[in-house]
């Protein structure tokens, strides 16, 4: 048994075996990179729009980056059935025509059992949220929200380009139209101290969130981060930090709250730092090694405010 609700193993359960996600490229673009909020970006966002799993597909047709990922997942996991995973960017910055041409073109092909768009809280409504439940019906749905931090100075520090009221209101309004909602968390963002990161928690195990993104912060070439990286102005955390951060964190979390990523996928040829993001086979392992030492669980110190959202 596992010490946390991990992905794969809530997919089981629903679908009764193994279910693989295609990462997607769809072209979309961010309005914090075109000018609309900034020209930059979030200081780590690097220029695959923080979507390394979709990488090899820039320049292919949806379809095509579906028939290429659904061949290596049958080759390699075996599997039959898989969820589209709008990955790069912002995947509901576009017109509603075209937002609900590309999310039905993925969901016609074979195997296909589910969508998860992921997105910022600034760029959905009504209408696009509504358009998304609408696949509910014959599909497992999932929008992911970045927030990353719970604490504005950070976000403010980072370039976000949206507050923590812009993410809870988004939520609110994913949640009003009954669809499950998973957080973007980062953990080593510039100027967070231990008890911000858990304030982090506390906060979205307060929320309807069904699910979380956890990694580490790490530097890629060519970031804004990168450059403060260099000049020695931020310094990332050691493999065993994060691990004991990253226990605390799982502990604030409800018990029932998919656990969708604890590390993050750097690609290695664009990575400056830390070196130990790149292995994660060994550092899933250690995570469970760690919670193991300290004989601890997902949702071990959860308590649920009496003001909980």
Not at 94 to 110: F, G, I, K, M, V
Not at 295 to 303: F, H, I, M, S, V
Request: glycine share 10%; aromatic share 10%; with cysteine.
């Amino acid at each position: 048994m596992k010490r946390y609700r991990d992905y794969n193993g809530y997919l089981r359960e629903i679908f009764g075996e193994r279910v693989q996600k295609i990462s997607l490229d769809a072209g979309f673009h961010c309005p914090n990179r075109d000018g609309s909020i900034s020209k930059t970006g979030c200081i780590f966002c690097d220029s695959r729009g923080s979507g390394s799993g979709a990488m090899i597909n820039r320049g292919l047709s949806i379809d095509d980056q579906i028939i290429e990922g659904r061949k290596f997942a049958e080759r390699r996991y075996k599997a039959r059935k898989f969820i589209a995973y709008f990955q790069s960017f912002t995947n509901t910055y576009a017109p509603l025509h075209r937002l609900r041409d590309l999310y039905t073109q993925a969901l016609n092909h074979r195997g296909m059992v589910g969508i998860s768009i992921s997105t910022r809280p600034d760029c959905v409504d009504h209408d696009v949220l509504r358009l998304i439940s609408s696949f509910q019906k014959d599909y497992l749905v999932w929008i992911e929200f970045g927030l990353q931090s719970a604490h504005d100075v950070t976000l403010y520090r980072i370039n976000r380009g949206h507050d923590v009221a812009c993410f809870e209101r988004s939520v609110i309004m994913a949640s009003d139209h009954g669809l499950n909602i998973c957080a973007h968390i980062i953990i080593g963002l510039p100027g967070e101290t231990h008890g911000m990161i858990m304030d982090t928690a506390r906060y979205i195990a307060d929320l309807p969130l069904g699910g979380v993104k956890i990694h580490s912060l790490y530097v890629t070439r060519g970031t804004p981060l990168a450059a403060l990286y260099e000049k020695g102005e931020y310094g990332c955390m050691t493999r065993d930090e994060y691990l004991e951060i990253l226990v605390d964190f799982l502990e604030l979390l409800p018990p029932g709250m998919v656990i969708q990523r604890l590390t993050g996928d750097p690609v290695p040829e664009e990575l400056v730092a830390p070196l130990w993001a790149l292995d994660k086979t060994k550092n899933i392992s250690l995570i469970n090694r760690r919670l193991e030492k300290r004989d601890t669980w997902q949702g071990k110190r959860y308590r649920r405010s009496s003001g909980g959202k």
